[in-house]
């Protein structure tokens, strides 16, 4: 389960300081996805960095499978992001020299609880197998579409078998039908694998995929109505 609780962050503007969030509060139960919407500029990215133990709030708890990131340290903050949490960014940032399989590997290399170099292969070819991607393993970023690079972009968070996904705008630069077939994928892996997973979107209609649905304006978040639980 993600858990965020009264979280306030805020950062330095002139002699004063400027809020991002405002004591937003949210849960995402184990194999269910909550949406998170709102204009440009009103705390999505901040939230989003918080949850994901990138950045530490100035209050608030944040609770990732139980345990308070909030109290740990630096170093300690890393490892549970590792062991974890999934990210999934905007921008799929594939190393353009490797290969489909070799993004994956690389992930694992830095996932302490995969040992050897023959379990790594065996996870990272099962993660392409179950996005659609096994017959495409050897080839390059160049070599595939926008929809596919995506795939790989949301396979590759999943290496860690992480508790908690963190999906940021990942159809922001996908047409109508690659759109709904992502977040088809991450609802389906979701309730699959068990994670709690936080996907930001702009886009209300594919929102109704999707088990909660909230809107921040101002830093301010609040639940929206309840998802149709539809099909798109």
Do not use: C, W
């Not at 194999?31 to 919407?37: D, E, K, M, Q, S």
């Not at 500029?41 to 960095?49: E, R």
């Amino acid at each position: 389960m993600l858990s965020l609780s009264d979280i306030t962050l805020t950062f330095p503007d002139g002699d004063g300081r400027v809020t991002a969030v405002d004591r937003a509060a949210l849960e995402v139960a184990d194999g269910t996805v909550a949406g998170l919407t709102g204009p440009s500029g009103s705390g999505k990215s901040s939230l989003l960095a918080v949850a994901s133990t990138l950045v530490r709030p100035d209050a608030g708890t944040v609770r990732i499978a139980g345990i308070d990131a909030t109290a740990l340290s630096q170093k300690e903050a890393a490892r549970l992001r590792r062991e974890k949490i999934g990210i999934v960014f905007q921008q799929s940032n594939l190393l353009p020299s490797l290969t489909a399989r070799e993004q994956l590997l690389v992930m694992g290399e830095m996932d302490g609880a995969r040992s050897g170099r023959a379990a790594r292969r065996r996870a990272a070819d099962e993660l392409l197998d179950v996005v659609g991607l096994g017959d495409h393993r050897d080839a390059r970023p160049a070599a595939l579409s926008g929809g596919q690079r995506q795939r790989i972009n949301i396979a590759r968070a999943l290496m860690g078998d992480p508790n908690v996904l963190i999906v940021d705008e990942p159809t922001s630069a996908l047409d109508r039908a690659r759109s709904e077939e992502i977040i088809g994928l991450v609802v389906d892996l979701t309730r699959d694998l068990g994670t709690a997973t936080l996907l930001v979107t702009h886009d209300l209609q594919l929102m109704l995929r999707f088990d909660a649905t909230y809107e921040m304006i101002d830093g301010s978040l609040a639940p929206m109505i309840e998802a149709a639980h539809t099909t798109v």
